[in-house]
């Protein structure tokens, strides 16, 4: 079943413009990851970030974590054609349970 | 690239015959865990390794699905009997595990994309 639900399921920007992806999910975990996937590839991880943090930045990319509602944000600013591809999120739970549960993804278009 | 390879990228096959795929870890990395990925939706997880040692199974690898792991390194998944449903991208990711560590990073291969006819 999928934990996370990302939002919104499509999103279509121009280049130069940020993109602020959200997820959603149900159970508490214990990190929370964004992964980037290019369309009929493998995914490429992009950040993790732990359940104790609030805030993460690497390059482009800034991800906030809201242990409380359960939701978590990426954004990518200055975004690039080659940005678009679909992103998800993915948690685990700890508790001995190594598996990540991903949402559904958000379609990112970046419009050269 | 990651460094985790699988093979082969595509496979076609023709429903009830069973097939079977490879992945290659990160040399150094001792967790291996596959997932499945059909159109439209995020990675589902089926099952994952600790060295040779298979520790966690999903309740959707059903009996037909096996996986192996044999010396700690690569991998194998077999579907037997296979159906039409199990048309998907079969993904593979790899980790290293250090004892009271912190949750690691999955790094994933490329994918085996299985269409079955």
């Known amino acids: 079943s999928q934990q996370g639900e990302e939002d919104p399921q499509a999103l279509s920007i121009q280049e130069g413009e940020n993109a602020t992806m959200n997820c959603s999910y149900k159970?508490?975990?214990?990190?929370l990851q964004w992964y980037r996937q290019n369309s009929g590839r493998g995914l490429v991880h992009l950040i993790l970030?732990?359940?104790?943090?609030r805030e993460k930045h690497s390059g482009r990319l800034r991800v906030t974590l809201d242990t409380s509602k359960k939701s978590s944000s990426l954004l990518i600013t200055a975004s690039r054609a080659a940005d678009t591809a679909s992103y998800f999120c993915?948690?685990?739970?700890?508790?001995?349970?190594?598996?990540?549960?991903f949402g559904k993804g958000t379609k990112l278009s970046v419009i050269p | 690239d990651t460094g985790v390879s699988q093979d082969p990228r595509h496979k076609i096959t023709k429903r009830g015959q069973n097939v079977t795929f490879r992945c290659d870890p990160i040399?150094?990395?001792?967790?291996l865990y596959w997932y499945r990925q059909t159109l439209g939706q995020g990675p589902e997880f089926l099952t994952y390794?600790?060295?040779?040692?298979?520790?966690?199974k999903s309740r959707l690898l059903s009996d037909r699905f096996s996986a192996e792991r044999p010396k700690g390194s690569f991998s194998t998944l077999e579907i037997q009997r296979t159906e039409q449903g199990d048309s998907a991208m079969y993904l593979c990711?790899?980790?290293?595990?250090?004892?009271?560590?912190?949750?690691?990073?999955?790094?994933f291969g490329p994918g085996t994309r299985l269409l079955v006819l």
């Open positions: 159970t508490s975990i214990n990190n």
């Open positions: 990711a790899s980790s290293l595990y250090i004892a009271g560590g912190l949750q690691e990073t999955q790094y």
């Open positions: 040399s150094e990395h001792n967790r």
């Open positions: 993915a948690t685990d739970s700890g508790a001995g349970s190594y598996q990540l549960t």
């Open positions: 970030i732990r359940s104790n943090e």
């Open positions: 390794f600790q060295n040779e040692a298979q520790l966690e």
